[in-house]
């Protein structure tokens, strides 16, 4: 098939996924102008994106009052009064969340074996109780995994591999509505007897009209739907943002609040004591992270980030590497540095074997554990890959593509990610390499993290100390950046997670705008990885462009189909079919 032919079976035959008319996929107002105000003052393009963010704390109220919220919070109550599974599910980045959800839950049920010994296998079996999963498996959670996100069979056949039963709890957090693995798996999930929690991003009446499966899903009438619609995202379409935001402070405080009642149902005011932090009232987890946004807002965290983000800009402008270093979020972390990748057009994660691929421009690495250890403190459960066949693609309607070459996304790939604390010459092999910590509430000089970087960081051509959150007055390092945040301390840390989330979700996106990698709030850099991405990237074209749809949709391909193999990431499709349109990008950033 030629480009021309693509482009109009694209326009004729997956009109599902030609997504304009949906709010999280167009521009923000808030944002309009964005590339252009960062440029010129780094401070004003960081509120600039921040902004976007202040529309989360008062959607997240209004769900904390629903009767849809109180039978969550009910659910993951008898979820562990049962025994019974609580299982998270999505796709991108909020199946990176999921993930993340699922590991604190293990985290925190394991430290009370720590602290009341004498009920350690109470413990143990409940921090089994949830149980976690993305969009092509483990593998994804480092690395995109295309076009799985366009099937809803693929979805619902991971929810039949989990093996859940009746009266189990399934968590869809399903962004915004929109793809269809996520529909698949809340259907499917419902078929097989679960309770099924919907968590989505853009208004119910719209996803119905344009998409036929968003109706489907939206007919389950056992489904409990969880609208959380906070608006456009700060980037046109860059859901890793607003909607994961919102996502991760209602599902992590049901789950929170869930635990909480059952502890204080079945532990003595001693063993509560021992237990420490609890919980807040529902309401107050949307007014401290507006408390958490406004003080991200002072002068002296815009500026500390505004230097975090120069310092990145320059290393990356002068093709150099960044690798983080941290061990208690590295979770975190690394789901932000992965997610840069199909954002942004940039290199993914490379494995040990990779040697000729190129390299990621940041990474993440946990100081503590080696690689095989170190998984094991991300996922805290067996890594879980996908061992479909070809003639399992083939009975779920795959394209031929996917049938005739499988892609590779067994639980062995994970392992063949190298982020723990072997000495790794690929992260300053070329310069400037630079090294740096991320500290959040002084964990990294009580763990050994910071150790580990100053014996380290003589590798690299330089170091950087990043400090989050409660920090202590002791200086780690002279020059450090100090972004101090005073947050309530909750029983699996929800808020600092939130607080990391948003930093670091402002780093990365604040430093690719500084360096053009954003047009005024438009993701030109988008890498179409599926179906709703080569969407984004033909609007993108034609709004820029102010030709049809139609046209863009055939200049696009043009780009996409004739490229030569292994030059995905020498720049976006979108970027590149502008300039063969003769689009000054440079002007219209001014």
């Not at 269809?180 to 919907?198: D, F, H, L, N, P």
Request: proline residues 4%.
């Amino acid at each position: 098939m030629d480009s021309f032919e693509a482009a109009w079976d694209f326009i004729k035959n997956e009109k599902q996924f030609q997504l304009g008319d949906i709010p999280t996929e167009q521009p923000n107002p808030l944002t309009r102008g964005l590339s252009a105000r960062i440029a010129r003052d780094t401070c004003d393009g960081i509120a600039c994106i921040l902004s976007a963010d202040e529309s989360i704390a008062p959607i997240a109220e209004q769900c904390f009052q629903t009767d849809a919220f109180a039978a969550f919070v009910t659910d993951v109550k008898r979820a562990i009064m049962q025994r019974r599974r609580v299982l998270l599910t999505s796709v991108g980045a909020s199946g990176r969340m999921a993930l993340q959800l699922d590991s604190t839950w293990k985290q925190f049920w394991m430290s009370l074996i720590e602290k009341i010994p004498l009920r350690a296998q109470e413990w143990l079996d409940i921090s089994h109780c949830t149980d976690s999963q993305m969009t092509g498996g483990d593998r994804a959670c480092v690395r995109s995994v295309e076009n799985f996100e366009d099937y809803m069979t693929f979805g619902a056949q991971q929810i039949i591999d989990a093996g859940v039963k009746p009266g189990d709890v399934v968590i869809t957090l399903a962004e915004c509505g929109l793809s269809s693995s996520t529909i698949g798996a809340a259907m499917e999930a419902q078929r097989q007897g679960c309770k099924v929690y919907y968590l989505y991003c853009n208004p119910k009446e719209i996803l119905c009209e344009k998409l036929e499966r968003a109706a489907k899903v939206f007919a389950c009438e056992e489904i409990v739907f969880m609208p959380l619609f906070v608006g456009n995202m700060a980037v046109s379409g860059s859901t890793r943002m607003q909607v994961t935001t919102i996502e991760l402070l209602v599902a992590g405080a049901a789950l929170e609040l869930g635990s909480d009642a059952y502890l204080k149902e079945h532990c003595t005011e001693e063993e509560l004591q021992a237990i420490g932090a609890g919980t807040l009232e529902p309401l107050q987890y949307a007014r401290q992270f507006a408390a958490l946004v406004e003080q991200l807002m002072g002068d002296n965290a815009l500026c500390a980030m505004a230097k975090a983000v120069e310092y990145e800009t320059d290393t990356y402008s002068r093709g150099g590497l960044i690798t983080y270093t941290t061990h208690a979020y590295l979770q975190d972390i690394l789901t932000d540095t992965t997610e840069r990748q199909p954002t942004f057009t940039l290199p993914p994660f490379r494995k040990r074997d990779e040697t000729d691929a190129p390299l990621s421009w940041a990474y993440a690495k946990d100081p503590l554990y080696p690689s095989n250890i170190a998984w094991q403190h991300i996922l805290r459960r067996p890594i879980q890959g996908l061992a479909w066949t070809p003639e399992d693609y083939r009975r779920m309607g795959a394209a031929q593509t996917i049938v005739d070459n499988p892609p590779q996304v067994g639980s062995d790939e994970l392992l063949a990610y190298a982020i723990g604390n072997e000495r790794d010459q690929t992260r300053f092999s070329k310069k400037p390499a630079h090294l740096m910590c991320v500290d959040v509430d002084g964990a990294s000089a009580r763990d050994g993290s910071y150790e580990w970087y100053q014996e380290n960081v003589k590798d690299f051509d330089g170091g950087l100390v990043l400090r989050l959150g409660d920090i202590p007055k002791a200086v780690l390092e002279e020059g450090e950046l100090r972004i101090s945040v005073a947050l309530p301390r909750t029983i699996m840390s929800l808020l600092p997670h939130l607080m990391v989330k948003l930093v670091f979700n402002l780093l990365s996106t604040a430093t690719m705008a500084k360096m053009g990698r954003v047009l005024s709030n438009w993701m030109i850099q988008v890498l179409p990885t599926n179906k709703k991405l080569i969407d984004r990237s033909v609007r993108i074209i034609a709004e820029l462009a102010q030709i049809p749809y139609e046209r863009a949709c055939e200049e696009f391909f043009k780009s996409y189909i004739l490229r030569p193999k292994g030059e995905e990431y020498r720049e976006s499709y979108v970027v590149e079919t502008l300039k063969r349109l003769g689009i000054d990008l440079e002007q219209l950033t001014r």
